[in-house]
């Protein structure tokens, strides 16, 4: 239109018009205003110049009209809501995780990557909540995490890892399976409801499945148990970092009461690790004079109300227990006594 628009005026110029009034003769007409001509077209030539300036001057603008519009409707609307640079801030993941599900379990999990600088997306299908996440500084993704389309807008052939926090069992085992069609060297990590969903859950393809319930069960179980943990792991700093690693190999803290009449005080240190058969050893005793044993031998001898550091392999509660539990009783001639 640039070039229509030069070459015209120019043509006009030569015929012995002025600039001005060939410019706003080009520019009347391609414009189809239709003011009628600023000087007489009375020539053969001006006749055929106005002519072509109509047909290649008006045909140009609806191209361009319609080329702008085109333009301004796909890519400036996009742009105004932030489409275009979720899409692109998207296609720049890599090694990322993907989390399903912006519910309470998600909500937690975004805070916790937010401060281990994991990089996350979310996939949400409710708005409104996508909306929250949005405006909590999260990457998120509106669709529905069961279809496939959606699992590869998010990049799951180069997640890392993905997550499905759901409160719907069905939908989780059907993302499980989707995603492992899509993606077969992610990790997949799901949350189930009931337990009877575990084994569906591995079934489609999940590397770890977690009950909330049961942890929920289990933990309640342990301040209940375990009292003492609660404030002797509390002072001790990074010890978030501590489980953590240990976690890895299988292994965990616990902190136990040596009860006046548990089954383990009054022996020593070998004597309850021999007992426990391989389910703890003992790192730390706390006496109540406040003196502190850090890596007691095995002849240390365990003192009614020593608090008792562990480091446990398998299940934290059944090794607890081992410390709980009442003292056995002794036969002495045809009496039981304990």
């Avoid at 299908?125 to 949005?134: I, L, V, Y």
């Avoid at 929920?216 to 501590?242: H, K, N, Q, W, Y």
């Avoid at 480091?311 to 001639?333: D, E, T």
Wanted: glycine share 10%; net charge negative; charged share 20%.
């Amino acid at each position: 239109m640039a070039t229509i628009f030069i070459v015209s005026t120019i043509g006009y110029v030569a015929a012995g018009w002025s600039l001005g009034d060939a410019a706003f003769m080009v520019l009347t007409t391609v414009y189809s205003v239709g003011y009628g001509e600023v000087r007489p077209v009375d020539t053969l030539f001006l006749r055929l110049w106005t002519t072509m300036t109509i047909v290649l001057g008006c045909t140009g603008m609806i191209v361009l009209t319609g080329a702008l519009i085109q333009v301004f409707n796909l890519y400036q609307f996009r742009r105004l809501l932030g489409l275009d640079r979720m899409q692109s801030e998207i296609e720049q993941l890599d090694a990322h995780a993907i989390v399903c599900g912006y519910g309470r379990i998600g909500v937690q999990l975004a805070k916790a990557l937010t401060e281990a600088r994991h990089p996350f997306l979310i996939i949400e299908r409710d708005p409104a909540k996508a909306e929250e996440a949005r405006a909590a500084g999260y990457l998120i993704l509106i669709g529905e995490a069961t279809q496939e389309e959606t699992l590869k807008q998010a990049g799951v052939t180069r997640a890392r890892v993905l997550a499905c926090v759901l409160p719907d069992d069905a939908a989780n085992v059907f993302i499980t399976l989707s995603a492992r069609n899509l993606a077969p060297a992610i990790q997949i990590i799901a949350r189930g409801e009931a337990p009877s969903t575990e084994n569906k859950l591995f079934h489609a393809g999940a590397d770890k499945v977690v009950l909330p319930t049961h942890i929920g069960a289990e933990r309640i179980t342990e301040l209940i148990l375990f009292p003492a943990t609660e404030s002797m792991l509390g002072d001790i700093r990074e010890v978030g970092t501590i489980k953590s690693n240990l976690n890895n190999f299988g292994l965990d803290l616990e902190v136990v009461t040596a009860g006046a009449g548990g089954a383990l005080t009054g022996l020593t240190v070998g004597e309850a690790e021999r007992q426990g058969n391989g389910a703890f050893f003992i790192v730390q005793i706390d006496r109540t004079n406040d003196q502190s044993i850090q890596h007691p031998g095995e002849d240390v001898r365990i003192e009614p109300g020593d608090l008792i550091l562990l480091v446990v392999r398998g299940s934290r509660l059944s090794a607890g227990a081992i410390f709980n539990a009442p003292a056995p009783r002794k036969r002495h001639g045809r009496m039981f006594i304990g």
